[in-house]
Nanobody
């Protein structure tokens, strides 16, 4: 059906930068929103940034001016460039593909899909 795979996590020092990448694959017709969420230990999953297929973007207040989301509709990818990272950015980052229209058998279905997550650790 549809697979969502993230890459690019790792360990970085405070003030450093990291780029996360996400690719969706499968029998996809269209994806309305692609975005990034994160979940730190003991916390709920929270929105980081999203981008629609028309190019509209949304950012959480705590990443504005530091993170940039970019999306390629043709390649079905979305990247998150993270700069000036802080220890509180440490979390598992998840890619989400929302309102995905995909072919299932002889029909089209609509669904939301998540990646498996990638760990980002900001520490000296």
């Amino acid at each position: 059906q549809v697979q969502v795979v993230e890459s690019g996590g790792g360990l970085v020092q405070p003030g450093g930068s990291l780029r996360l990448s996400c690719a969706a694959s499968g029998s996809i017709w269209s994806i309305y929103v692609m975005g990034w969420y994160r979940q730190a230990p003991g916390h709920q999953r929270e929105l980081v940034a999203t981008a629609t297929d028309r190019g509209a973007t949304e950012y959480a207040d705590f990443v504005k001016g530091r993170f940039t989301i970019s999306r390629d509709n043709e390649k079905k990818t979305v990247d998150l460039q993270m700069s000036n990272l802080r220890p509180e950015d440490t979390a598992v980052y998840y890619c989400n593909a929302e309102k995905v229209t995909y072919k299932f058998g002889s029909s089209f279905e609509l669904g939301d899909f998540w990646g498996q997550g990638t760990q980002v650790t900001v520490s000296s």
